[in-house]
């Protein structure tokens, strides 16, 4: 370790990178050491080594592709042909990682992962990591991974899926992965991977306390506990600190080196020779003993956490001059130099050779196009055919298993009388998944006892535990093992017990699944179904938690399909488009239940059952942002509304008709998003009035939208109130009505308008 006396101006600099460069070379250079002969090919590196010359060299070459990659980050950023410059520096071990891996091993990376990424572009021919990587920096169009929308470490053929600049976030999705590459065999499904593959999840070291992390890590122990196979190897790049927070001393290992059912290895991420046969021993574990594995890997940091960290301005250039000397390089050289493989000469021509192709890549890259039109930004990000979408939706090729599954012709829901929402759920959920053989339904309580309002009662028993099962008490779980289960080519259908608790886990859906698309450039999807048991007006279980309200969280997601239906058959046909979407686009779906509107069964008095629907054929599906109109054309009032709003705007519509004598349209939207704009247009302009009806609150909610596309679509000077619940939280038994709108206020809401 260097001391204060002995650093020279030099080490005193500024730039960080421009020293760690000069101490490669420089290192090389005043190389003393003694040289033995060259290892003959197959013999280790050096003495007691697993790693082999050819071996070496390869990952060698990689640790420097990586390091030069980053000190040409730092150049040409300040130029502005490169964006992003976040490193690698110091975490080139992973590139062991890569080799000892399988390109079929699907592997969800940290940012520092650059020589990982320059070692796997190895196992397939024909590929350029120079090349490929230069283009992400540079965000050009031809980026492979992106298409320019971010530096992402991804590639398709590779199987890295590319990762959100989120920590931890992708913890989850990798859990769930592994899970799926298991459950696969016992659903009779064909994974686009071999059966015996793992899954790569590495991450840093301060990331391993989020609680996305510790989640994931929870979930594996929880499984493996129970003796389900977990082929899934967590890497934790132990590099002591977090932009500028030291993890504690020893934290790491002292945090997970005990942990049940999640074992835990150390590798020396520093030292080629003897961490790789550490890193070997944990890819070995995982794959052979298919368990939760923690690879605890050593590295170090350099040249700060990004480009714009200057750490000399916040600690001391003794600490800085101390980390720079364990870089891993150093180290490769000299293993390079003492076996005999390379001459300082060699050496010292391989690094300048290096540095030369990353800088002619960045270059060549620089000069290809950007982004340069909204169109091509969005293009991946909300694919829709609605034609095939539509063709999936209505296909019944599977009369025979839905004739088995509901126990003959008699009992097709379909021949069956009318019932209300909570039925006619379940019984598209039956349909569903005996359409889709790949479709798994999951989520708290929803396996033995059908969930907490009985929607997938029967599932359980009719299609056993592999296709439908009780996950851990987590939602940012149940959707990470959602994205896993997509990414090996199942339909996820997670629920999530209440709006509610969606909230606690909402990155999962915004920061992640709904995203990947974006950001892969279309070529790697997570579609999923995503129902939710949701909105206020429940009688006698009341409170805010159980009546949350806010679809304010999924409006804005990009790309996300929001559908709520207020009627069951609706709610088969929805569902059924829903599926389609997912299939055929690749979509993330949810699916709003209004719990109220569950039991339903009567609309204007009790025991009319104006409520309860037939059951659509299973050839009878829904477009995309297709409203439904009651009492068309009537237009004195027109009323937009959906879920709990529409039964409450049919009651109304008759008090109204009574008091004003007007004829009242009502329309139910049942897509939120996206909002169909023209729909609501065309209906807004045969209107004499109009009323926006949103039991949502009332900043950011639906209405807003609806009033957008109204005044938008030309109807502006149209007389239009709202009637919207205020922004509060919903409280306990009647008080809840009092924040929530009501029959009572549409038609005070309609006589105010009778009076303008
Ligand atoms: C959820 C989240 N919070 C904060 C950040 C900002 N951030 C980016 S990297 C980082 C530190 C991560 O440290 P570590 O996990 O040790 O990885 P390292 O950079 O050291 O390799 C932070 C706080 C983020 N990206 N995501
Ligand atoms: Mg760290």
Redesign the pocket.
Known sequence: MSTPSIISARHKGFNRAEIVDQNFIEFVQSWVGATLAPPRAGEPVLAGSALDARGFRELFESQLISRHIDLMARVLRVQNKVFYTIGSSG?EGNAMLARLTRHTDPAFL???SGAFMAERFRKLPGMDPVVDSALSFAASKDDPASGGRHKVWGSKSLWVLPQT?????HLPKALGTAVAIEQARRIGHQLPIPNDSIVICT??????N?ASAQTAFNTAAWTAYQRLPVPALFVC?D?G???SVK?PAGWIANNFRHRADLDYFWADGLDLSSGYTQVQSAVEHCRGARRPTFLHLMTT?LMG?AGSDFEIEWRSVEELVALEATDPLLRSAAIALESGLYSKDDLLNLYETTRRRCFAAAEAADARPRLSSLADVMKPLAPYTPAAVKAEAERVDYADKRMNVFGGEAKLPENLPPRHLAIQINQALHDLLAKYPEALLFGEDVAQKGGVYTVTRGLYKTFKGSRVFNTPLDETMILGLAQGYANMGMLPLPEIQYLAYFHNACDQIRGEAASLQFFSNGQYRNPMVMRVASLGYQKGFGGHFHNDNSITALRDIPGLVVGCASRGDDAAMMLRTLMALAKIDGRVCVFLEPIALYMTKDLYEPGDGQWQFDYPRPDQAMTLGAGRIYNQPANDLVIFTFGNGVPMALRAARAIEKALAWQVRVIDLRWLAPLNDAFIAAQAKSAKRILVLDEGRKSAGVGEGVITAIVEGGCGATPLRRVVGADTFTPLADAALLVLPGEATIVAAARELNSR
């Open positions: 975490h940290h940012y520092r600049s989120t920590i931890a976030s991450f840093g070291d301060a990331s391993s989020h790049e590099n600190i977090g932009i993890t940091r956490h």
